[in-house]
């Protein structure tokens, strides 16, 4: 079992940053590929980025490509989500989600990670 919680949601306005972070327990947070997601109210949950087990691989959706970053400190367990120049349609429920190195990367389904965070808000107002 790995164990993830995110943290670092909040308010900001339009055109600022955040940083998010996902810490992660249980298993060796290094066989894991991890990846970013989002689900805004009655919308579904949607790809945002992944980042491969050793942190030289990222991925990203068409909508966040060049502004949001993830990166991870496999020395401190912990992965994360730099998020700049924030719009609106930002807004929604982040969670951080990983997945067995096994499947390959990237990977941008729901379905293909095994574990997930129980989720942090980001509301970007404008």
């Known amino acids: 079992q790995v164990q993830l919680v995110e943290s670092g949601g909040g308010l900001v306005q339009a055109g600022g940053s955040l940083r998010l972070s996902c810490a992660a327990s249980?298993?060796?947070?290094?066989?894991?590929?991890m990846g970013w997601f989002r689900q805004a109210p009655g919308k579904e949950r949607e790809f945002v980025g992944a980042i491969s087990w050793g942190g030289g691989s990222t991925y990203y959706a068409d909508s966040v490509k060049g502004r949001f970053t993830a990166s991870r400190d496999n020395a401190k367990n912990t992965m994360y989500l730099q998020m700049n120049s924030l719009k609106p349609e930002d807004t929604a429920v982040y969670y951080c989600?990983?997945?067995?190195?096994?499947?390959?990367?990237?990977?941008?389904?729901?379905?293909?990670?095994?574990?997930w965070g129980q989720g942090t808000q980001v509301t970007v107002s404008s």
């Open positions: 249980g298993r060796t947070f290094s066989n894991y590929n």
């Open positions: 989600a990983a997945t067995a190195v096994i499947r390959g990367f990237p990977r941008d389904r729901r379905g293909d990670y095994d574990y």
